[in-house]
């Protein structure tokens, strides 16, 4: 199956500062790449979808301007959480479609965020 | 998105069948249903899919009832690895793929 790369597997970072989570298609190009959250014991939230070469699109109640996609090439998505809080930490998900006939999706391994 | 309903939880035990079953009454025509796997902190991982009737791969098979309406995952003799968390999703690749709360299953020894 294809396969996602997301970097880094954890991040812990004062709050206020900003956190940049990668997320790569390593073996196919990704048009779309989508970003989900995910809080302990509970389901995977989609946060945003990102497309290549324009801008991201926002599930209702996440922030723009504080959750920062770029998906610059068809290999590479990032997510940046901007002046990071405690309540901010969370597992975060990248996932790309793939595969034929019907596309389905990949996921990265996550990342765990903690802000102090 | 048609929006999925599953069991929150189930319990076997190694070496049974194990049978999940998944209700997405609002299928669309274009959906295909999809199962994933996840166990804790790490990313969901790509089970089976399917459109209708039944598919088997190495790891589990797919039942689709002939109304789309509902779908069951079977997994052959569970082991303790086993244990994680099971979503069933459902959509084609244009829609956005939201996930429901999937079913926690416990194997016990």
């Known amino acids: 199956g294809a396969v996602v790369s997301q970097h880094p597997s954890w991040v812990i970072c004062k709050s206020g500062t900003s956190v940049k989570i990668e997320c790569r298609s390593l073996d196919f190009q990704a048009t779309t790449m989508f970003w989900y959250r995910q809080f302990p014991k509970q389901s995977l939230m989609l946060m945003a979808t990102s497309n290549e070469g324009s801008k991201a699109t926002y599930e209702q109640g996440v922030e723009k301007d504080k959750f920062l996609i770029n998906h610059a090439s068809l290999t590479l998505s990032t997510l940046t959480v901007t002046s990071a809080h405690p309540e901010d930490s969370s597992f975060y998900i990248c996932?790309?479609?793939?595969?034929?006939?019907?596309?389905?999706?990949?996921f990265g391994s996550g990342t765990q965020l903690s802000v102090l | 998105l048609a929006k999925t309903t599953q069991p929150i939880s189930m319990d076997s035990y190694e070496g049974q069948e194990v049978n999940i079953t998944c209700s997405h009454n609002?299928?669309?025509?274009?959906?295909?249903i999809t199962w994933y796997q996840q166990f804790p902190s790490q990313g969901p991982r790509f089970i089976i899919q399917g459109y209708k009737t039944k598919v088997t791969n190495e790891v589990a098979s797919l039942f689709i009832p002939a109304d789309r309406k509902s779908s069951t995952l079977s997994l052959p003799r569970v082991s303790l690895s086993d244990t994680a968390v099971y979503y069933c999703?459902?959509?084609?690749?244009?829609?956005?793929?939201?996930f429901g709360s999937g079913t926690r299953l416990s194997i016990r020894p």
């Open positions: 996932s790309a479609l793939a595969g034929r006939p019907n596309e389905k999706l990949f």
């Open positions: 609002n299928i669309a025509t274009n959906d295909y």
């Open positions: 999703l459902v959509g084609s690749s244009a829609s956005k793929i939201i």
